[in-house]
């Protein structure tokens, strides 16, 4: 899946430094089913200490803007880091609803974006958070990764009665 180049040095750096990230959001909407505009590239990173370091490290690679932010804060389940502004806006996530990272890590699914070598959400977390998430896109999110875009419910036909 191509990339602007920003969202590809991003999870470049993150593999570098061996960080334990998924992509998740539209990213994984796209290559679970077909591309869609999105405004941001979400990055869920598993937030445990020493992971917590890698990500730290991996920004500052990047040039992200760190001043008083310690690499503690990305332990926090509920950090949302983000760089840059729309539509090339980066966001760091230390938690998404509906999964854990450590369930999730399991289920990954290998992909490539850009140049980069990474993980995706597998398909099942994604339909899961989305739903938990439960807001229009994300509901429109699940019709296009489970290929029900649009689709009907097929109609009841009449029964015949027996006569008695």
Not at 58 to 65: D, N, S
Not at 67 to 82: C, E, W
Not at 120 to 146: F, M, S
């Amino acid at each position: 899946m191509d990339l602007n180049r920003d969202f590809e040095e991003m999870l470049s750096e993150l593999s570098n430094a061996n960080v334990r990230f998924l992509v998740v959001g539209a990213y994984a909407v796209g290559y679970h089913s077909e591309p869609r505009y999105t405004k941001d590239l979400d990055i869920w990173v598993e937030p445990t200490p020493e992971n917590a370091e890698r990500v730290w490290l991996a920004l500052a690679r990047f040039g992200a803007p760190l001043k008083n932010i310690p690499a503690s804060d990305f332990t926090d389940p509920k950090l949302v880091y983000q760089l840059g502004v729309e539509p090339n806006r980066i966001d760091i996530l230390t938690g998404i609803e509906g999964c854990t990272f450590a369930n999730a890590w399991r289920r990954r699914v290998r992909a490539r974006f850009g140049r980069v070598d990474c993980y995706v959400l597998g398909r099942n977390d994604l339909i899961r958070a989305k739903r938990a998430v439960g807001r229009p896109q994300d509901l429109r999110d699940i019709e296009l990764v489970t290929g029900r875009v649009g689709a009907r419910r097929p109609r009841r036909t009449a029964r015949k009665r027996k006569r008695s």
